[in-house]
C-alpha cells in the first residue's frame, strides 16, 4: 500500500509547480485587497449612475478650464488634473462620494482616477473613452 507524502510531493516538480501557482494565486487576491483600484464603465452605465446617484455621484472633469468651458458632463466639477497632480486642490468636500471620472483621453483619465485612489477615495469611476465616447453615445454636453 502506497502511502501519499505531502512533503515528497512539495518536492517534486509537479509538487513545485502547484507550490508556484498557488503563490501566484495568493499574490494576486493580495493585491486586489490591499490596494483597491477604480472601476471603468460605458458612458450609457455612468448615465445611469448619475441618474440614480443623486447628490451622493460627483462627476470630475480632468480637462483645463477652457475645455471645460466648450462642453461638459451635466453638474460636473473642473478640477484639472494637474491640480491633482500638484496637490493644489481642496478634495474634502467630496470625500464619502462616488466620483465620476473623465477627460478628453485615456491616460489622463486613468491617471487622475490612479490620484483619487491614492488620497483614499475609495468609490471611484472612469467613464471608458472620456467625453468623447459620451457624446458619440448620443449623451449631451452643457456649456
Known amino acids: 500500500m502506497k502511502i501519499w507524502n505531502p512533503l515528497k510531493l512539495l518536492l517534486s516538480n509537479s509538487g513545485k509547480l502547484i ?27 455612468a448615465f445611469e449612475i448619475i441618474r440614480d446617484g443623486g447628490e451622493q455621484v460627483k462627476i470630475i472633469d480632468l480637462r483645463d478650464a477652457a475645455k471645460f468651458r466648450k462642453g461638459r458632463i451635466y453638474n ?17 468636500y467630496i470625500k464619502g462620494h462616488t466620483l ?18 491614492s488620497l483614499g477615495f475609495s468609490h471611484v469611476i472612469v467613464i471608458e473613452g472620456g467625453v468623447k465616447s459620451w457624446t458619440d453615445e448620443g449623451l449631451g454636453l452643457v456649456r
Open 19 to 45: 507550490v508556484f501557482v498557488g503563490f501566484i494565486t495568493v499574490f494576486i487576491v493580495g493585491c486586489s485587497v490591499v490596494n483597491p483600484e477604480y472601476k471603468v464603465v460605458s458612458p450609457l452605465v
Open 76 to 92: 460636473a466639477l473642473n478640477i484639472p488634473l494637474e491640480s491633482l497632480v500638484s496637490e493644489k486642490v481642496n478634495l474634502g
Open 100 to 117: 465620476l471620472v473623465y477627460c478628453d483621453n485615456e491616460d489622463c483619465t486613468r491617471k487622475g482616477a490612479e490620484i483619487l485612489v
